[in-house]
């Protein structure tokens, strides 16, 4: 199989699996923290998103310059069908993410995108049906507080590190990482316990004792 089926197939699988779930299957693992914080949530409900993880560092600055989207406008040089762009937001005052860019990252691909700052043209990101996760919404622009200055390293989202090519499940309940290393162990753990609550609710249903639904299939 190619890595780009592959890639797919995976973020099919991934794309079924709730974010609690893929957390308790890395607590299982020993990967005690994956969860990138309370304050990163999705900018109108019902929406979720999974896929690889392309990375994107920002900081903060006070300088006008005259091509202050620069660094940004490269990561659409680097992003592939099914990418989930996470952004270290270089402050909570403006906007890192808006509307003409998420149509750009649509017509490349991109299948969301997930910042610890904040973002403008929430209306329009939403009629565009364009999933975004991000700690609030500014009217302000980045040019002159802002800048993108690291592509595709290691950055911090909120309370984790995220590294490109891990994997990431964000829905309601919040974002959480994958380890790319984890990706097909997690995915297949998750399935399973997937099934098994599956059963344990239909016993719940049924009236059967907790304890003993609980003992039975150490699942709650």
Known sequence: MSSANQKIEINSRLAKISSALISD?????????SFCGPQIHALWRGVKVSGLVAT????????????PYA??????????????????SGDQVS???????????IARGAAGVITDGLVRDSDQIEELNFPVFCTGTSPLDSSGRQIAVDLQKQIRCGQMLVNPNDWIVADELGVVVIPNHLIESVIEKAEEKQRGESTVRSELAEGQNISEVFARHGIL
Do not use: M
């Not at 994107?56 to 091509?67: E, F, G, N």
């Not at 906007?95 to 990252?105: F, M």
């Open 95 to 105: 906007g890192v993410w808006g509307e003409l860019l998420s149509v750009a990252a």
């Open 56 to 67: 994107l560092k920002c900081s903060p600055t006070d300088k006008i310059v005259d091509d």
């Open 25 to 33: 299957v890395l607590d299982a693992l020993g990967v005690r923290e």
């Open 71 to 88: 660094g940004l406008f490269k990561l659409y040089e680097v992003i592939q069908p099914g990418d989930v762009i996470v952004i270290e």
